[in-house]
């Protein structure tokens, strides 16, 4: 019996259509049809089986989720045989190895309801098992020299992707602060000419302008920030900051002024990537979503996402750059 409301031409469509924006800029028409047809080809096929299949009643999300990730894993693993050099005649032989292993891996997973990021852990395996044995198999058949096996071993979209995206992130929260910071410190004449010096009142001017930012910032991390502090100039920063009018009090010149000086001094505050503390922020998302909301949120994401979450959910690291570990860990609580 077909699953009710599963779409899969609809939903395969869909799935080819956003990897459209995301196949290499540096690849040829010839290569980004390849990349494009395989998936929607392959995710189609596995939707009409799932869809079709009467013995193991998958259901909607079920049907979705082993879709998504036979289509996610047929993008990657294309675009690593064309970056890997391999002749094109040996392409389609090597993906419908894969696509057929992670059907098969999917499926089981999935019947035996293992917990999610297993799924993922288990589907990875054979993925690049698969691939490589596949390239070693070329290889022994004098199809490709070792030079050749070697550098399509080497390929890893799926890295490059999370490498990129990390950074992306990155610099879009950069450019987040830099806004905040020129909205707090007000309209400044970019031709303003050069004042005096602040003189004995310097100090003072200081404590207000750091009150400004603090009146923007979330108060645990004022707190943090002041805890580094003389208590004297702590108070002193407290009470401008339970001024309400103190932007009007404080000279737009003199605050760039004195942000300037005072940027090299201020206490800086390093957030703490120690694996342990990403494992608790995601583990205490759990407190606020059920493993159903949790899977809905990351439907989009990678594979090596979704299985670096839900290990973490289980009390374990998945090795990764604790930069992007964190970015993951805050993209989850942001969701909450």
Same mark, same amino acid.
């Given at each position: 019996? $077909?699953?009710? &409301?599963?779409?899969?031409?609809?939903?395969?469509?869909?799935?080819?259509?956003?990897?459209?924006?995301?196949?290499?800029?540096?690849?040829?028409?010839?290569?980004?049809? *390849?990349?494009?047809?395989? =998936? =929607?080809?392959? !995710?189609?096929?596995?939707?009409?089986?799932?869809?079709?299949?009467?013995?193991?009643? /998958?259901?909607?999300?079920?049907?979705?989720?082993?879709?998504?990730?036979?289509?996610?894993?047929?993008?990657?693993?294309?675009?690593?045989?064309?970056? !890997? &050099?391999? #002749?094109?005649?040996?392409?389609?032989? %090597?993906?419908?190895?894969?696509?057929?292993?992670?059907?098969?891996?999917?499926?089981?997973? *999935?019947?035996?309801?293992?917990?999610?990021?297993?799924?993922?852990?288990?589907?990875?395996?054979?993925?690049?098992?698969?691939?490589l044995d596949c390239i070693a198999e070329l290889k022994d058949k004098n199809l490709i020299d070792e030079g050749l096996m070697e550098q399509a071993a080497s390929q890893s979209n799926i890295d490059t992707m999370m490498q990129e995206q990390a950074q992306a992130e990155q610099q879009q929260a950069q450019q987040a602060?830099?806004?905040?910071?020129?909205?707090?410190?007000?309209?400044?004449?970019? &031709? $303003? #000419?050069?004042?005096? #010096?602040? &003189?004995?009142?310097?100090?003072?001017?200081?404590?207000?302008?750091?009150?400004?930012?603090?009146?923007?910032?979330?108060?645990?991390?004022?707190?943090?920030?002041?805890?580094?502090?003389?208590?004297?100039?702590?108070?002193s920063v407290i009470k401008f900051m339970g001024m309400p009018d103190l932007g009007d009090k404080v000279d737009p010149g003199i605050t760039m002024r004195c942000l300037e000086e005072i940027k090299t001094s201020l206490p800086s505050v390093h957030q703490d990537l120690a694996p342990s503390k990403i494992v608790n922020?995601?583990?205490?998302? !759990?407190?606020?979503?059920?493993?159903?909301? =949790?899977?809905? %949120?990351?439907? +989009?994401?990678?594979?090596?996402?979704?299985? /670096?979450?839900?290990?973490?959910?289980?009390?374990? *690291?998945?090795?990764?750059?604790?930069?992007? +570990?964190?970015?993951?860990?805050?993209?989850?609580?942001?969701?909450?």
């Amino acid at each position: 019996m $077909a699953i009710e &409301g599963f779409d899969y031409k609809g939903f395969a469509q869909n799935l080819a259509q956003q990897a459209l924006e995301l196949i290499p800029k540096d690849f040829d028409d010839n290569q980004k049809n *390849y990349v494009a047809n395989t =998936l =929607l080809n392959f !995710s189609t096929i596995a939707g009409q089986a799932l869809n079709d299949d009467n013995q193991m009643n /998958f259901n909607l999300d079920q049907a979705m989720m082993i879709t998504q990730i036979i289509a996610e894993w047929s993008f990657h693993k294309s675009v690593d045989l064309i970056r !890997s &050099g391999i #002749p094109q005649q040996y392409w389609d032989p %090597i993906m419908q190895k894969i696509a057929f292993t992670i059907f098969e891996v999917a499926k089981n997973a *999935y019947h035996q309801a293992l917990p999610q990021e297993q799924c993922l852990q288990l589907i990875e395996h054979h993925v690049k098992k698969t691939y490589l044995d596949c390239i070693a198999e070329l290889k022994d058949k004098n199809l490709i020299d070792e030079g050749l096996m070697e550098q399509a071993a080497s390929q890893s979209n799926i890295d490059t992707m999370m490498q990129e995206q990390a950074q992306a992130e990155q610099q879009q929260a950069q450019q987040a602060q830099n806004q905040e910071v020129q909205q707090q410190q007000g309209p400044i004449s970019p &031709g $303003a #000419p050069v004042q005096a #010096p602040l &003189g004995g009142d310097a100090k003072v001017f200081k404590l207000a302008t750091l009150a400004l930012l603090f009146q923007k910032m979330k108060q645990e991390k004022v707190q943090t920030i002041l805890n580094k502090f003389n208590p004297d100039d702590a108070n002193s920063v407290i009470k401008f900051m339970g001024m309400p009018d103190l932007g009007d009090k404080v000279d737009p010149g003199i605050t760039m002024r004195c942000l300037e000086e005072i940027k090299t001094s201020l206490p800086s505050v390093h957030q703490d990537l120690a694996p342990s503390k990403i494992v608790n922020k995601i583990q205490n998302v !759990s407190q606020y979503l059920d493993k159903s909301q =949790l899977e809905s %949120i990351l439907r +989009a994401e990678r594979v090596k996402v979704k299985r /670096f979450v839900f290990t973490a959910l289980e009390g374990e *690291y998945l090795e990764m750059p604790p930069k992007v +570990a964190n970015i993951i860990a805050t993209h989850i609580e942001d969701s909450v």
